[in-house]
């Protein structure tokens, strides 16, 4: 009997080694290494339609780039703004989504409120591998979704499944999910590097070559980054995931990458009884202040993708009871942090060597960018000389460890989207003042940290 023939795939980067190692020579990380073993059958024939790995029926060789068509491809809407919003603007045809999320998140649930409701203009097929076509009826039928027009289809196995694809034609896909289908000629267990990557690979093409939306359900790591091999997300066109914690009606849906349009784009869903429903207005939920002014609050406007957003940033600054003082940031980067309560204390004169400094992101809105600066350490200044800011006050800005104040992109679009909430007060950097007064709307434009906290 012929010996099984092994290998090892790096998790995070897909990459094949002969050996067990504890770290990947290709991309550095250490414990990503899974062995599977290889098929010792001889690779099958791949019939001629599957010439490439994206590659559209009859290839027309080499083109100048001057000539090739661009005609642009129409998008399909979703039903759900928000939804198209983080796509780019719709559903593109013969794209592949990669959709991710926690357990419980609603990724099921928003995708087949969106299947339910483009299968009454086109044909669309929902391929369900963890749950029963009983299990995702009931489901449908709690929601009160439309249901006679949907395709349903229990299958695991990627080649039965692309030959029923070839008979039925379907416009849309989902395979919920990507981790439970499994191909023949791999003998590792569904679920391992080398199924999941194979059998998106087969499920991609067939999607590019037919002008199939394809949407991949995956699932995530206890870090939350997706599961399986990092090639996964090189496949495929887009990647979202769907973030939200249990005690929280509220959904995040984030772009992760995006071929057809802007990347950490973010849509904002509520969970209910009857499903996901989009919230239009995101500012207004990230916005719900106490009456009376807190110390350590301020408001601050944040750029997600391609629209400006309001969120409120705490700070709780308290006595030290420890030789080491604690810092801690939810929402926000621990280490920027550190450096900008250094810039405090160099350039503003507030020495918080000696205090625990508490930050938070007010609705677990994660925030990336360097226009939350200012706003962090007026917050963390007014818990400290324990002095309420003003509640129709808006700040932005990004702070130099010079001491100075620098722009941020779309800093007028930001301006105005405060004045349409009613503040009436910001503190911006002085390159970001608008040429035209907004109406009711006091600005102070500074360019040096000292001159931030005297507006105060």
């Known amino acids: 009997m012929a010996k099984k023939k092994t290998a090892y795939v790096c998790n995070d980067c897909g990459s094949e080694h002969a050996k067990w190692q504890?770290?990947?020579?290709?991309?550095?990380?250490w414990n990503t290494l899974q062995e599977?073993?290889?098929?010792?059958?001889?690779?099958?024939?791949?019939?001629?339609?599957?010439?490439?790995?994206?590659?559209?029926a009859g290839s027309q060789g080499i083109q100048r780039l001057a000539d090739v068509d661009l005609a642009e491809v129409p998008r399909i809407s979703s039903g759900m703004l928000e939804f198209d919003r983080v796509l780019g603007g719709g559903l593109v045809p013969g794209s592949a989504i990669l959709i991710g999320g926690h357990p419980g998140a609603g990724k099921s649930t928003l995708l087949l409120q969106t299947m339910c409701m483009l299968a009454g203009n086109m044909p669309a097929l929902y391929v369900t591998g963890e749950e029963s076509l009983q299990q995702v009826a009931m489901r449908a039928k709690?929601?009160?979704?439309p249901t006679d027009q949907l395709?349903?289809?229990s299958e695991?196995?990627?080649?039965?499944?692309?030959?029923?694809?070839?008979?039925?034609?379907?416009?849309i896909v989902v395979i919920d999910s990507i981790q439970v289908m499994h191909v023949e000629g791999v003998e590792s267990a569904p679920g391992s590097v080398s199924q999941v990557r194979e059998s998106a690979a087969a499920l991609t093409r067939y999607a590019k070559q037919t002008n199939t939306v394809l949407f991949l359900v995956g699932h995530v790591t206890k870090d939350?980054?997706?599961?399986?091999?990092?090639?996964?997300?090189?496949?495929?066109?887009?990647?979202?995931m769907l973030e939200g914690s249990g005690d929280s009606r509220f959904r995040t849906l984030r772009g992760i990458k995006n071929r057809f349009g802007a990347i950490n784009?973010?849509?904002?869903?509520?969970?209910?009884?009857?499903?996901?429903?989009?919230?239009?207005?995101?500012?207004?939920?990230?916005?719900?202040?106490?009456?009376?002014?807190?110390?350590?609050?301020?408001?601050?406007?944040?750029?997600?993708?391609?629209?400006?957003?309001?969120?409120?940033?705490?700070a709780l600054v308290d006595d030290?009871?420890?030789?080491?003082?604690?810092?801690?940031?939810?929402?926000?980067?621990q280490n920027r942090m550190n450096l900008l309560l250094a810039a405090l204390h160099r350039h503003g004169g507030v020495h918080l060597g000696d205090q625990d400094v508490y930050i938070n992101v007010v609705g677990g809105v994660k925030v990336g960018e360097t226009a939350a600066d200012l706003a962090l350490l007026l917050s963390a200044l007014s818990s400290f000389r324990n002095q309420p800011l003003p509640q129709e006050l808006i700040v932005f800005g990004e702070v130099g460890l010079s001491g100075e104040i620098r722009p941020v992109p779309s800093g007028q679009e930001r301006i105005k989207e405060a004045a349409k909430h009613g503040f009436t007060r910001a503190i911006v950097p002085k390159a970001n003042v608008p040429r035209q007064a907004i109406p009711g709307m006091t600005i102070i434009g500074v360019d040096k940290l000292q001159e931030a906290i005297n507006a105060v």
């Open 22 to 29: 504890g770290q990947c020579t290709d991309c550095g990380a």
């Open 36 to 56: 599977f073993v290889v098929s010792s059958s001889k690779t099958p024939s791949r019939d001629a339609s599957y010439a490439g790995y994206a590659g559209a």
């Open 142 to 145: 709690r929601l009160g979704l």
């Open 151 to 153: 395709n349903m289809l």
């Open 156 to 171: 695991t196995s990627v080649e039965r499944l692309i030959n029923t694809l070839q008979q039925h034609q379907p416009k």
């Open 224 to 240: 939350g980054t997706l599961a399986g091999p990092k090639v996964l997300e090189h496949m495929i066109d887009c990647s979202i």
């Open 265 to 314: 784009e973010l849509g904002v869903f509520a969970m209910l009884d009857s499903g996901l429903k989009e919230v239009k207005n995101p500012s207004s939920i990230f916005l719900s202040r106490s009456e009376e002014p807190a110390a350590g609050s301020v408001v601050m406007v944040i750029w997600e993708g391609t629209r400006p957003l309001l969120v409120e940033i705490q």
């Open 320 to 333: 030290s009871h420890f030789g080491h003082p604690k810092r801690v940031a939810v929402g926000l980067d």
